[in-house]
């Protein structure tokens, strides 16, 4: 069993850039799948991003491509989402989660463990 703990979110101003961590413990990262999901109030949570066992295969949801990057170093057992150009309609609770394959899944039920969430707050 992993746990993981989220880090990094914030109020920002829209335009700017927030970084978030995903540090894991309790067994490695390496070679699973993980995963950036967000829930913002009255919606249904949304996956945002998603990166393969090895890093080289991504995934993003339309709304964040080319400004949201999602990233993960083995040897820190953390994984990252770099937010840039951060717009209002990004305001959520951002959660990651890790799934129990190496390749990215399609549905959120693959991914078996989840943090607790951080807020990301972008005003406008």
């Known amino acids: 069993q992993v746990q993981l703990v989220e880090s990094g979110g914030g109020l920002v101003q829209a335009g700017g850039s927030l970084r978030l961590s995903c540090a894991a413990s309790g067994r490695t990262i390496s070679n699973y799948a993980m995963g950036w999901f967000r829930q913002a109030p009255g919606r249904e949570r949304e996956r945002v991003a998603g990166?393969?066992?090895?890093?080289?295969?991504?995934y993003y949801v339309d709304s964040v491509k080319g400004r949201f990057t999602i990233s993960r170093d083995d040897a820190k057992n953390t994984m990252y989402l770099q937010m840039n150009s951060l717009r209002p309609e990004d305001t959520a609770v951002y959660y990651c989660?890790?799934?129990?394959?190496?390749?990215?899944?399609?549905?959120?039920?693959?991914?078996?463990?989840w943090g607790q969430g951080t807020q990301v707050t972008v005003s406008s």
């Open positions: 989660a890790s799934a129990t394959v190496f390749f990215i899944p399609i549905q959120a039920s693959a991914y078996k463990n």
């Open positions: 990166i393969s066992g090895s890093g080289r295969t991504t």
